[in-house]
Nanobody, 129 residues
Framework: EAQPVESGGGLVQAGGSLRLSCEVPGATIDDYVIAWFRQAPGKDRDWVSCITSRDGTTTYADSVKGRFSISSDNAENAVYLQMNSLRPEDTAVYYC??????????????????????WGRGTQVTVSS
């Protein structure tokens, strides 16, 4: 499977915004479940958001609901994570994960155990107070 490639991280002040991008070379986004996870220093990796672009289903962790928005662009073969109202606690390395969309293995089934076949290398997001 092609490895996702993340971009768009950086340093931003609290209250600011960033948009992360995830591209999966050679893949057709509609055939995949794609999720964002994050890991802060010394903490476990946490799920952030997930999308199945074929039917437009999106899900969010409670910690980012109302502030983050996930979307996909089939023409660009990319998934985006728009992050608004950023907080210092959002500081982490953000990872994109992807796997094939197959029956019974949608976002809900995959995110709990982080069951994805391919992961990107991550992009750093730092939010200063």
């Amino acid at each position: 499977e092609a490895q996702p490639v993340e971009s768009g991280g950086g340093l931003v002040q609290a209250g600011g915004s960033l948009r992360l991008s995830c591209e999966v070379p050679g893949a057709t986004i509609d055939d995949y479940v794609i999720a964002w996870f994050r890991q802060a220093p010394g903490k476990d990796r946490d799920w952030v958001s997930c999308i199945t672009s074929r039917d437009g289903t999106t899900t969010y962790a409670d910690s980012v609901k109302g502030r983050f928005s996930i979307s996909s662009d089939n023409a660009e073969n990319a998934v985006y994570l728009q992050m608004n109202s950023l907080r210092p606690e959002d500081t982490a390395v953000y990872y994109c994960a992807a796997d094939y969309l197959v029956p019974a293995w949608d976002c809900a089934a995959r995110v709990k155990g982080a069951i994805f076949g391919t992961w990107g290398r991550g992009t750093q997001v730092t939010v200063s107070s």
